[in-house]
């Protein structure tokens, strides 16, 4: 399973461009990235849309990345 970041990187986009997308800043997107903070439902949607994945991918690398920390 790929992470949030190697999800991102693997569309060519930088964390400020995807934050862009997003509508939501590139501080907010980074700790995301570092299961620093758990993203509503709906920017989980956003982000799967964004990265051309099924919206399962999104959580279970949330999820994974979370594990990695402990």
């Known amino acids: ?3 949030l970041k190697q999800l991102r990187q693997s569309k060519g986009l930088t964390q400020k461009q995807a934050s862009e997308i997003l509508e939501i800043t590139k501080e ?3 700790m995301v990235e570092r299961a620093e903070r758990n993203p ?3 920017l989980k949607e956003l982000m799967a849309k964004l990265y ?3 919206i399962t991918d999104i959580f279970l690398s949330i999820q994974e ?3 990695f920390k402990k």
């Open 52 to 54: 051309g994945v099924p």
């Open 40 to 42: 509503s439902d709906h």
């Open 28 to 30: 907010y997107l980074s």
């Open 65 to 67: 990345t979370k594990s």
């Open 1 to 3: 399973m790929k992470t």
